[in-house]
């Protein structure tokens, strides 16, 4: 058994302001993109993990794209959803468990500033206040020191 693990494919919806165009049929169009890419059928995919700040249940993803069996296993870590997402999907085929895995990530998120209640992730309400809750802001803050 090898350790090795490859991205065979990539998917990425256009960037941008989609009315009428869920976040979910945006994930669907980066998936059939990715599997595309990858030069597989998506019946090869045998597992999926995937989160989103947005969408409650991004699993109910695989029921568009067409329900084959395969397991799905949301995760959530705030900005790095994506990242925890690609990382459990490469355990899965380093663990030997599976060989093709997909890792979705998927938001869409309303004009203007990012408005979430920081309570929402157990942060105090001074992140907002002070505009700390920006992530663009939290971040740049914490390169400088």
């Known amino acids: 058994m090898t350790n090795g693990v490859a991205i065979i494919g990539a998917g990425l919806h256009p960037f941008g302001r989609f009315e009428g165009k869920s976040a979910m049929q945006m994930g ?12 597989i059928a998506w019946q090869d995919v045998q ?3 995937g989160g989103s700040w947005t969408v409650a249940n991004p699993d109910a993803i695989v029921g568009m794209v067409g329900l084959t069996g395969i397991p799905f296993t949301n ?3 705030a900005c790095a959803t994506a990242a925890s997402a690609v990382k459990a999907c490469a355990d899965g085929i380093r663990l030997g468990d599976y060989d093709i895995g997909i890792a979705i990530g998927l938001d869409k998120h309303p004009r203007g500033a990012f408005t979430e209640d ?27 020191r």
Not at 122 to 127: D, E
């Open 47 to 49: 597992f999926a993990t």
């Open 118 to 144: 920081p309570a929402l992730v157990g942060m105090p309400t001074w992140y907002a206040e002070n505009g700390q809750y920006l992530t663009t802001q939290f971040f740049g803050m914490k390169a400088n």
């Open 28 to 39: 669907v169009d980066a998936i059939l993109a990715a599997v595309a890419d990858a030069g």
């Open 75 to 77: 995760v959530f870590n």
